[in-house]
C-alpha cells in the first residue's frame, strides 16, 4: 500500500499546499505475529544451513543429506538466494494487512478495511474540498 500512499500524499499536497500528510503502519493481528516470528526463524536457520551447513553435519558427526549435498551444496549462492527471496515474499505477505485508512480533521473518511476496495479521488477530495470551503480558507489541519 505503500504506492497507494504515496499517490494520497501527493494529491492532497497538490491540491492543499501546507497540509499535513502522515502515514503510519496498521497494527498486525495478533494472529501473524507469531506466523511471522516463526517465518524469520526459518529463514534464518535455512541461510545458515545454505552458508556453513557442511560445517555443522562435521562438527554434529553426521553425513550430511542427499538433498543438501546434491542442491545446497552443488549451488550454495543460488541457494541461499532462493532461500532469501522465498522467505522475503512470506514475511512480506504476513505483514500485510490489506488497510488503507484516510482520517481527515480526526474523521475516518474512509476504509479499505471497511469498504472491500480503494478508494476514488473524489471520496478522499470530497471531504477536504467541503471543509475548506466551509472555512473559507482557513488554516490547514493535519490529515
Not at 501527493?10 to 502522515?22: D, S, W
Not at 516463526?38 to 534464518?44: F, S, T, V, Y
Not at 553425513?63 to 512480506?92: I, K
Not at 473524489?122 to 472555512?135: I, S, V
Amino acid at each position: 500500500m505503500r504506492g497507494a500512499f504515496v499517490q494520497v500524499h501527493q494529491l492532497a499536497r497538490t491540491r492543499f499546499p501546507g497540509i499535513e500528510v502522515h502515514g503510519t503502519p496498521y497494527p498486525l493481528p495478533a494472529w501473524k505475529r507469531p506466523l511471522l516470528a516463526a517465518a524469520q526463524a526459518i529463514q534464518m536457520t535455512a541461510l545458515a544451513v545454505c552458508i556453513s551447513g557442511d560445517y555443522v553435519f562435521r562438527q554434529l558427526d553426521i553425513q550430511p543429506p542427499v538433498w543438501y549435498t546434491q542442491n545446497v551444496m552443488a549451488n550454495r549462492f543460488g541457494s541461499a538466494m532462493g532461500v532469501w527471496f522465498v522467505g522475503n515474499m512470506l514475511m512480506t505477505n504476513l505483514q500485510n494487512t490489506g488497510a488503507f485508512e484516510v482520517y481527515f480533521d480526526g474523521k475516518l473518511i474512509f476504509s479499505k478495511l471497511a469498504e472491500g476496495r480503494m478508494p476514488v479521488v473524489q471520496e478522499l477530495l470530497g471531504p477536504m474540498d467541503a471543509y475548506f470551503m466551509a472555512t473559507a480558507g482557513g488554516g490547514r489541519p493535519k490529515a
